[in-house]
Nanobody, 121 residues
Framework: QLVESGGGLVQPGGSLRLSCAASKFTLDYYAIAWFRQAPGKEREGVSCISINGGRTNYADSVKGRFTISRDSAKNTVFLQMNSLKPEDTAVYYC????????????????WGQGTPVTVSS
């Protein structure tokens, strides 16, 4: 029900914009978060945005480089990723929560299949 797109291969210092779209429900009614999982590592929270978009939160590792935003008309949440580093390489997942807000994995009810991001020269 959630579909991520926008991943790919990018050189260090480059940018990508990930999209999270839903076809069967309205994202405005959910807090949305982005998580990522690198090979051999646990899934970690990257960023989240509240139901009304008034609050956002970021992992320390991406603060100042990533920006999360909503586009209600497109029923889509974006993650703009700038100044990418090799350590940002991972599969990125978006997730939706009806009742919770934050970067806790177990707070989210719906998940996408993920989009891979590779940062390499």
């Amino acid at each position: 029900q959630l579909v991520e797109s926008g991943g790919g291969l990018v050189q260090p210092g480059g940018s990508l914009r990930l999209s999270c779209a839903a076809s069967k429900f309205t994202l405005d009614y959910y807090a949305i978060a982005w998580f990522r999982q690198a090979p051999g590592k646990e899934r970690e929270g990257v960023s989240c945005i509240s139901i009304n978009g008034g609050r956002t939160n970021y992992a320390d590792s991406v603060k100042g480089r990533f920006t999360i935003s909503r586009d209600s008309a497109k029923n889509t949440v974006f993650l703009q990723m700038n100044s990418l580093k090799p350590e940002d390489t991972a599969v990125y997942y978006c997730a939706a929560s009806f009742a919770k807000y934050g970067l806790g994995i177990y707070d989210y009810d719906y998940w996408g299949q993920g989009t891979p991001v590779t940062v390499s020269s």
